[in-house]
């Protein structure tokens, strides 16, 4: 029923100029501004949205404007993964070595570290082995070596065993709980020194007076919906830095604000993404092959669309295994859930048959970037630098990305060391050249450029027949040394198709014993934002979702997102009319939503420290 | 009063209450590999008693609040929590289990501490029971050993001078108790609304001292009194049926349900 009214909408509204229009906010200064002091923008003048406060435009008084709580640190790191923490600990082992004090702070949104961590994983420990030579002693939980490596082709009925490519060889490597292995990490940086602030959100980004970072500026506490003051309320602290490493993992919310202000991708290919989607599961033991690595392509997304799955069996005590499905966000159907997509994935004989009589026991989304070299930006800028995937070297083929994040934290502690121990520098504004520089020498930028032309062959009109082609080319015969580089000519917001210009995809109803709907599993991720806090996804303007967004496109926000949280509901103050709900309660913090909004109206901002998931095997 | 107040708060480290507890494969335990953090209903206790120190200020009485936790080394991380909302310092008594750690061990833990301590408490103020276990336990046994008067499920807490006057929850409404320090308090949900922890809080709290004991040094026997033998998850909910009179009612109550 809902469909039918859309498609009647969908051709009374399609117009050439509605599609080509993009969403240009015109600051329109309302009455409301006088009184309350906030800055609004509108353009369809009807409703305003609120943008968080200009503090000087309150009045003298207000506890917003109280006194800030300055802390000095060396270097502070925002995000405690796998990138910020082994900078964390490369800084302190170099400060060790050279017998220098320096001071070390991880500010971390989750809870505790690893609370927010998701990732397939298996773990090349090359990074690792450079960081930490003797984790075995100290305990790492790499408990699962690779035994065993497949890839198949699926079909509805059927997985034909593929060739794969040797980058995909993962003798060495572990299967790994990316989580706990990123709170063992936090355990290592503490242990040497390191302070790591766990449930503590940077939120906004300081700046000198000659536009140099200067640190980061934690969250208010205690602001309500509306954003006044609550009786807990107290200002965010602001720690200042001589360098600043941006460790938020992919399209970091921090980071999205340096791109701009640094224009750091002047120079580079828009940034690539894919979502990840994923369970863990006790599967019965007899069917339980640890160290069992198989990957799928093919069914149940298209020839136009980029995805594949993981199986990856590890913990042998436990019997766990680990899958999920990683569907490209360049995709063009708005109709494509990708959760829907991965349900569905995992009722095909072969995946069926593992996970009959199983249990699932965590899930859990997150972007990944699949851009890699020619989506990298620029990494330096005056102030600080950018480590890990919120830079993105993820190396698609191989489908891994910590061990090049970590290397990259590494390289870039190396070069603050050097800047922050030479005590006769004025460090404001210090540019980490030698970063940029090291990287470009390092292993990261040649597994990432042999292996740069794999994505982009899957965007051309032979779709993933034409990707699987050339990439096994690629990475078994030519390994990169052409002299062509293939480039990514979209942003994955620009992809989408128009509603009526698509089929929707008729999906099957979960079985809740295979397949689940969406909000079992999301009270699977043990999420939870405290109620009267400000909405986290800020609308940049309210009017849009349903004028362009469900015109247009179907809403595909509300598909798109592996929590449920956007959803387009009666609205009940303008009957026959649909508006969008926005239960932020539910956020897993995947950044999908920022990524994939035809209308990049969706601004993803950081909730309060310590909500979000509460992530455990994943 | 000439001598400082001197409140004691005693935390625990319990799996978070947004995580979706699960069945340990041995079956004889949940999996504890999860997201910890300091139960509900301490954190309630602990604000209760910094708003006291806060009030008593006002007043030029001094107010000393102590926390303590009885758990491994990472309830560390509870007392520092703690310290950052405002307790003056901690003590950790450090049992290398927490898992079998039970309500009357941690009372008796208490009791000895408290005869230990030569700054003797006026008040603990413990949460009405912990998240994970549900036992509601501990300040009664408490009260109990010390023979102190017990003020449980408080929703409002006036100390003046020596004299504690505490409105509890109960059934049946609201009652108000009337008795004298020393004395137990536990909270209930609308206690207060606890601050947050902030960050340069959390930071001025390391300096704050913080003291490791064990059960042996306090000459308590730890070990539980009960012994879990098998957690189960829940029976799987069976789906309803409808029926089409009340003779079949009764007949499938009878034959099938078993319970007529």
Request: charged share 25%; aromatic share 8%.
């Amino acid at each position: 029923m809902f469909r039918s009214t859309q498609r009647l909408r969908l051709a009374q509204r399609v117009t050439t100029a509605a599609l080509r229009w993009t969403a240009q906010p015109v600051v329109r200064p309302t009455a409301a501004m006088a009184t309350s002091g906030w800055r609004m923008f509108s353009t369809s003048g009807q409703q305003s949205i609120w943008i968080p406060f200009d503090r000087d435009q309150l009045p003298e008084d207000d506890p917003r404007r109280g006194e800030v709580f300055e802390d000095e640190t060396d270097v502070v790191i925002v995000g405690g993964g796998p990138a910020g923490m082994a900078a964390a600990i490369r800084l302190k082992q170099l400060a060790n070595e050279a017998e220098k004090d320096i001071r070390v702070m991880v500010v971390e949104k989750a809870g505790e570290v690893g609370a927010h961590t998701l990732s397939g994983a298996v773990l090349e420990p090359r990074a690792l082995n450079e960081l930490i030579p003797d984790w075995k002693e100290k305990g790492a939980p790499l408990n699962t070596p690779v035994t065993k490596d497949s890839m198949k082709l699926l079909t509805s009925s059927m997985a034909i065993p593929l060739p794969h490519p040797p980058q995909m060889n993962n003798k060495g490597n572990y299967i790994v709980s990316l989580s706990h292995f990123v709170k063992w990490l936090g355990e290592q940086a503490e242990e040497l020194g390191v302070e790591v602030y766990s449930g503590f959100a940077a939120s906004e980004v300081l700046y000198n007076d000659d536009g140099s970072v200067r640190g980061v500026a934690l969250n208010d506490l205690g602001l309500d919906k509306n954003f006044e003051p609550k009786d807990t309320y107290e200002r965010g602290m602001h720690v200042k830095a001589k360098v600043t490493l941006f460790a938020e993992g992919c399209h970091g919310s921090l980071t999205k604000t340096l791109m701009k202000k640094f224009d750091l991708r002047k120079d580079s290919d828009p940034q690539q993404y894919g979502i990840g989607i994923k369970e863990v599961w006790e599967v019965a033991p007899e069917k339980h092959q640890p160290g069992s690595v198989t990957h799928t392509v093919g069914w149940p997304v298209d020839n136009t669309t980029y995805g594949g799955s993981f199986i990856y069996h590890f913990e042998p005590e436990r019997h766990l295994v680990a899958l999920g499905l990683v569907i490209g966000l360049d995709y063009q159907n708005p109709y494509l859930s990708p959760y829907k997509e991965f349900q569905r994935f995992k009722h095909h004989p072969f995946v069926k048959d593992l996970l009959e009589g199983g249990q699932c026991i965590s899930y859990g989304a997150r972007a990944l970037n699949e851009g890699g070299y020619q989506s990298i930006p620029k990494l330096v800028f005056p102030g600080g630098a950018l480590i890990g995937c919120t830079a993105g070297f993820l190396n698609v083929p191989k489908i891994k990305g910590t061990h090049t994040a970590m290397k990259s934290g590494m390289l870039a502690a190396e070069a603050a060391f050097e800047k922050v121990a030479d005590e006769e520098q004025d460090l404001k504004g210090v540019v980490l050249d030698k970063y940029e520089q090291s990287i470009q020498d390092s292993w990261v930028y040649k597994e990432l450029y042999e292996v740069r032309n794999c994505k982009p062959s899957f965007s051309t009109a032979l779709g993933n027949v034409g990707g699987i082609l050339y990439s096994g080319l690629d990475t078994m015969i030519l390994k990169g040394r052409t002299p062509w580089t293939f480039r990514h000519k979209h942003a994955d917001y620009e992809t989408l198709k128009p509603a009526a210009e698509c089929k929707p995809i008729d999906y099957p109803k979960p079985d809740g014993v295979i397949s689940f709907d969406l909000l079992t599993n999301v009270s699977r991720t043990g999420t939870n934002h405290s109620e009267d806090q400000p909405v986290h996804l800020r609308l940049r303007d309210k009017s849009v979702p349903v004028e362009r967004n469900l015109a247009i496109y179907d809403g595909p926000e509300g598909r798109f997102c592996p929590a449920g949280v956007y959803e387009f509901v009666d609205d009940e103050a303008n009957p026959g009319q649909k508006r969008l709900q926005i239960n932020s309660q539910n956020c897993i913090h995947c950044k999908t939503c920022d990524i994939k909004d035809p209308s990049q109206n969706i601004d993803w901002t950081v909730p309060e420290g310590g909500n979000g998931p509460a992530y455990s095997w994943t | 009063m000439s001598n400082p107040l001197r409140i004691f708060v005693p935390v625990k480290r319990v799996v978070d209450f947004a995580v979706k507890v699960r069945v340990n494969p041995a079956k004889t335990d949940v999996d504890r590999n999860v997201k910890h953090s300091m139960n509900p209903f301490d954190e309630i206790a602990v604000e209760e008693a910094v708003r006291i120190k806060e009030a008593k200020k006002a007043e030029k009485k001094e107010v000393e609040v102590v926390a303590i936790s009885c758990g491994t080394a990472k309830a560390q991380e509870t007392l520092r929590t703690a310290l950052a909302m405002g307790a003056d310092r901690a003590v950790h008594v450090e049992v290398k289990d927490d898992a079998t750690l039970q309500p009357l061990a941690v009372a008796k833990l208490l009791k000895a501490f408290t005869d230990k301590e030569e700054k003797k408490p006026d008040l603990f103020i413990l949460g009405k029971q912990a998240i994970d276990d549900d036992a509601n336990q501990t300040g009664q046994m408490l009260a109990g050993l010390l023979n102190w008067p017990q003020t449980t499920f408080a929703s409002k807490v006036t100390i003046e001078n020596e004299a504690l006057k505490v409105t509890r929850e109960i059934d049946g409404g609201l009652e108000t108790l009337e008795t004298k320090i020393p004395a137990i308090i536990t909270t209930d949900l609308r206690l207060n609304e606890p601050r947050y922890a902030s960050l340069p809080n959390i930071m001025k709290a390391k300096k704050k001292p913080l003291v490791k004991i064990t059960p042996e040094d306090l000459g308590i026997d730890v070990s539980p009194r009960i012994q879990t033998i098998k957690v189960e998850e829940p029976a799987k909910r069976e789906g309803g049926r409808k029926v089409e009179s009340v003779d079949e009612l009764v007949d499938k109550l009878k034959n099938e349900a078993k319970v007529l």
